[in-house]
């Protein structure tokens, strides 16, 4: 069994910059996919970016230039840097590994 948890949400102002970390336990495979999704009141769970074990990273075109995925193989531990925050990222934040498991989500609101 695998567990996520997700830290490094909270307020943030536009233009500013925010870490979120995705610790995983448990069994995890030498070949994986972490994704960090997110989820804005009303609308529906969307990816935000990937990363996988071969280090190729993708990124919706909307955070593109912006958010950084990366990953620290000796922790077990994957972080989505987020600069240059605008209010519509504001979202609860969410990894994922291997299409099936999720951290418990992390909110992270942008003021404008």
């Known amino acids: 069994q695998v567990q996520l948890v997700e830290s490094g949400g909270g307020l943030v102002q536009a233009g500013g910059s925010l870490r979120l970390s995705c610790a995983a336990s448990?069994?995890?495979?030498?070949?994986?996919?972490m994704g960090w999704y997110r989820q804005a009141p009303g609308k529906q769970r969307e990816l935000v970016a990937i990363?996988?074990?071969?280090?190729?990273?993708n990124y919706t075109a909307s955070v593109k230039g912006r958010f950084t995925v990366s990953r620290d193989n000796a922790k077990n531990t994957w972080y989505l840097q987020m600069n240059s925050l605008k209010p519509e990222d504001t979202a609860v934040y969410y990894c994922?590994?291997?299409?099936?498991?999720w951290g418990q989500g992390t909110q992270v609101t942008v003021s404008s």
């Open positions: 994922n590994l291997n299409m099936r498991y």
């Open positions: 990363i996988t074990s071969g280090g190729s990273t």
């Open positions: 448990g069994s995890i495979s030498s070949i994986n996919v």
